[in-house]
């Protein structure tokens, strides 16, 4: 343990390992009276009577589905040994502007205060991926970190942002600069919400599978080819499906890869979203995330072909999936030029900004094939601009050619 004892120095040395494990739950109407799921999940962490849950509820989600007040509260009410609310439920407004309001995580705080919610109680987000960053930040950081559980309620928050082990806010114009890495005490994803978002919520998660697909496995990359219209016309089974194993193999990478908390300078999750992260920015987050995603796993894609790295036909396989599935593969941002004379693109910022986020080396996940990334530690700026190109191109000409 000594490491030092000289004249000049004493040092010490500290070590030890923390032990992180969460779960997971896929179900239908998590709030139905006699879904026993979340007095299951809450009603094991092994304390003694009630514990106190706080539950934090999108706007949006709360619009779309009356009565679901009524009904987290019946549900709770309904076990009083396992848990008793600290207070009717908070109400917040959804999308990324609720990341834009610092003001948001100190209500947020003022409550978990006001409220008395401890370590052994709960915080419970209901929401979007934007809503779970908020409330998982707020819970995070109140007490060094109050139990949370995340109750994701779009495609893009079930597959991907709500399994994770990450949370935060936007600050200084920067996308979840102020955040941190703390794993939920679980997720519960409830497929009856994913019935009232919009056609673009609906489809945007759909990138990350894409995503994650393009890295990692040609046979999930394969079945959303082969889903692709079923997803298109909202059957429920696919979706399913594409969420389960999405969420499985980000939950895989981020346990089994070595590095959760990110310490390295790689980040192969974020394949398509140097650009991505950019894109939400310069189009004032009008577009969703999982639409820049798409745009961002184009943009890679193309030029990973370009590059020479990526045959020619699967470049286009990936380009019509992206097509089929119905989401754009460019807008106007994307040819943005840059302020800074070095930039001949304002995307190029994300290059930057992609950097710093890690530190240390720049690294971009680009494509060997479909299903295997490979990590490059620089890109040209020629080849992103013929590829911003040949994206505008195929935006305007292509028609989407789907497999089934
Ligand atoms: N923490 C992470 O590891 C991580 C990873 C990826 C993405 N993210 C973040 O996730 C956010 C994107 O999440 P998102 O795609 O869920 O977008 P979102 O949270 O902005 O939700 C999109 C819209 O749908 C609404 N909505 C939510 N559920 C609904 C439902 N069931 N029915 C109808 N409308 C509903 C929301 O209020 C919002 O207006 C971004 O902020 C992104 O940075 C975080
Ligand atoms: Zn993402």
Not at 203 to 220: N, T, W, Y
Not at 227 to 242: S, V
Not at 260 to 270: A, I, M, Q, V
Not at 310 to 322: G, R
Request: aromatic share 8%; glycine share 8%.
């Amino acid at each position: 343990l000594i490491l030092n004892d000289t004249p000049f120095m004493r040092s010490l040395n500290q070590e030890f390992t923390v032990q992180f494990s969460y779960s997971v739950h896929f179900t239908n109407g998590l709030f139905k009276a006699d879904n026993p799921l979340l007095t299951e999940v809450v009603g094991s962490d092994g304390s003694k009577g009630p514990r106190k849950i706080l539950f934090v509820v999108d706007q949006i989600v709360l619009e779309k589905t009356p009565g679901l007040l009524e009904q987290i509260t019946a549900y709770v009410e309904q076990n009083p040994a396992v848990f008793t609310l600290a207070a009717p439920p908070i109400v917040v407004p959804g999308g990324e502007a609720c990341k834009n309001e610092m003001r948001l995580v100190d209500q947020l705080q003022e409550s978990i205060h006001r409220y008395h919610i401890d370590r052994h109680s709960y915080v419970a987000a209901v929401g979007g991926g934007a809503v779970l960053d908020l409330v998982g930040f707020a819970a995070a950081i109140a007490h060094r970190g109050i139990r949370h559980i995340r109750i994701p309620t779009t495609v893009l928050a079930q597959n991907d942002s709500g399994v994770g082990v990450k949370n935060g806010v936007n600050n200084f114009n920067k996308k979840n600069f102020t955040g941190t890495f703390s794993p939920p005490f679980a997720v519960l994803n409830d497929f009856e919400f994913l019935r009232t978002l919009n056609d673009r919520d609906w489809r945007a998660g759909i990138s990350e599978a894409i995503k994650v697909s393009l890295i990692k496995d040609a046979a999930f990359f394969r079945f959303i080819q082969d889903n692709a219209q079923k997803l298109r016309n909202r059957e429920m089974a696919a979706m399913e499906e594409l969420i389960y194993r999405c969420a499985e193999m980000h939950l895989q990478h981020i346990g089994g890869a070595g590095d959760p908390f990110e310490k390295g300078s790689s980040r192969p999750l974020d394949f398509g979203h140097w650009a991505a992260h950019t894109l939400e920015q310069l189009t004032d987050y009008s577009i969703r995330h999982g639409e820049a995603v798409a745009i961002g796993i184009a943009l890679d894609s193309t030029y990973s072909y370009l590059a020479g790295m990526l045959t020619k036909a699967e470049w286009q396989e990936i380009l019509e999936l992206i097509r089929a599935v119905g989401f754009d593969l460019y807008v106007p941002e994307l040819a943005q030029p840059g302020t800074e004379p070095d930039q001949p693109l304002a995307i190029l910022k994300g290059l930057a900004d992609f950097r710093e986020h890690l530190g240390g080396e720049l690294t971009i996940m680009l494509l060997e094939r479909i299903g295997r990334g490979v990590e490059v530690h620089e890109m040209d700026v020629e080849l992103i601009t013929r590829a911003v190109r040949m994206l505008e191109a195929a935006q305007y000409t292509s028609a989407p050619q789907i497999r089934n």
